[in-house]
Nanobody
């Protein structure tokens, strides 16, 4: 099992930037892919970005492609989500999650350990 703690959320104006961090402990960090999900009120929790265990492969949902960047530092057991050009529709609770596999996956069912979430609010 992996313990995950997100940080870096907050309130930002449209067009601004935030960087989320997710610190992991437990399983050997480089042995599993990591994903970032978000959930807006009344909506499902959707994957927006993912990165393979070795950081060679990444995935982005169309809604964030070109604006968000996922990265990881396996030496620091941390995954990041750099969010630029933020829009009001990016407002949500953001979660990081650890997959059961090291291979890049965008399938929510492959993610088995979750953080508690961090709120991101983008004002217009």
């Amino acid at each position: 099992q992996v313990q995950l703690v997100e940080s870096g959320g907050g309130l930002v104006q449209a067009g601004g930037s935030l960087r989320l961090s997710c610190a992991a402990s437990g399983r050997t960090f480089g042995r599993y892919a990591m994903g970032w999900f978000r959930q807006a009120p009344g909506k499902e929790r959707d994957i927006i970005a993912a990165i393979s265990g070795n950081a060679y492969m990444t995935y982005y949902a169309d809604s964030v492609k070109g604006r968000f960047t996922v990265s990881r530092d396996n030496a620091k057991n941390t995954v990041y989500l750099q969010m630029n050009s933020l829009k009001p529709e990016d407002t949500a609770v953001y979660y990081c999650a650890a997959a059961r596999t090291t291979i890049l996956t965008s399938n929510r069912n492959d993610y088995v350990d979750w953080g508690q979430g961090t709120q991101v609010t983008v004002s217009s």
